[in-house]
């Protein structure tokens, strides 16, 4: 049974739920969570061991599941922008300042991903950057005639949820989203 939790059941949950005039952003587990630009990660922890759901379900684990924080709640109006992202996306701080593989374009501010409307105006943008961001190169060394495999930036997986308010001709209006993962 240990080895199908170990396997199936630890996981992060990192979300959103809007309700009447409320949202509420949560998790379990690791992860990274932005609200109107202010962006903070979930974890690390000790041991490499984020607060999973499975733990519970554990030998020798805690009695019960670790619950889900709230970890900002307000008021629909007051939301500009929030991304919710698997713990992979608290990498991109590291690596904003490099280059996309084989390209001489730099990764850029995660910020990007709410504040420029590319990626609201076209649904596979964020994926393309995610891809983009993590492509693997094999490369020849040619003095030693042996091919080099470079990795992707991103070493953990990372999927993204972006929420904006809608931008209509300067007004704001409505929302718009976009996931990529």
Not at 18 to 30: C, K, W, Y
Request: glycine letters at 12%; a negative charge.
């Amino acid at each position: 049974m240990d080895a199908v939790v170990r396997r199936f059941f630890l996981f992060t949950v990192v979300g959103v739920v809007i309700s009447g005039e409320r949202v509420r952003v949560f998790a379990v587990g690791d992860g990274v969570v932005g609200v109107n630009g202010e962006v903070w990660s979930l974890g690390p922890f000790p041991d490499n061991a984020p607060p999973y759901p499975g733990h519970a379900l554990l030998r020798g684990g805690p009695a019960e599941a670790p619950g889900f924080e709230v970890l900002r709640e307000m008021a629909v109006g007051e939301v500009e922008s929030i991304v919710v992202a698997t713990d992979g996306a608290s990498e991109w701080g590291d690596v904003q300042g490099r280059f996309l593989p084989g390209t001489e374009e730099r990764v850029g501010a995660l910020a990007q991903v709410w504040e420029e409307d590319r990626y609201f105006a076209h649904p596979d943008a964020l994926w393309r950057k995610l891809a983009r961001m993590n492509r693997a190169r094999v490369l020849p060394a040619w003095e030693s005639r042996v091919l080099r495999r470079e990795p992707g930036l991103l070493e953990d997986d990372t999927t993204l949820v972006v929420i904006r308010k809608k931008r209509c001709g300067g007004e704001s209006a409505g929302a718009e989203y976009r996931r990529a993962g």
